[in-house]
């Protein structure tokens, strides 16, 4: 188990200085990094905005309805009380009918 402990090590630290070739700092490499940082920033800025947003998406909306027409449904098949339905199938209270 030891010799095979120090034949994996090396065989590391060989993997190691390969990977060191051509990885020195450059003005180039820094450049880039800060444009990666940056363009990171930016698609974490983009999905913030996006999911302001999500409630406008049409399957979202379309899910909405059907929610409705289920709940609508429900109550006119087996005359449950609208919050009866809403505690059953765990429907938040300020969950609003969309237009």
């Given at each position: 188990m030891l010799s095979?402990?120090?034949q994996k090590h090396a065989s590391?630290?060989?993997s190691i200085e390969k990977a060191k070739i051509g990885r020195c700092e450059t003005e180039e490499r820094t450049r880039l990094a800060?444009?990666?940082s940056s363009?990171?920033?930016q698609r974490e800025q983009l999905k913030a905005?996006?999911?302001k947003y999500k409630d406008c998406d049409p399957q979202v909306v379309e899910e909405i309805h059907n929610i409705f027409a289920i709940k609508s449904w429900a109550?006119?098949?087996f005359g449950f009380e609208?919050?009866?339905i809403d505690r059953t199938f765990g429907i938040p209270e300020d969950f609003d009918y969309i237009d």
């Open positions: 095979e402990g120090s590391l630290q060989k800060k444009e990666l363009l990171r920033d905005e996006v999911e109550k006119r098949k609208e919050n009866k």
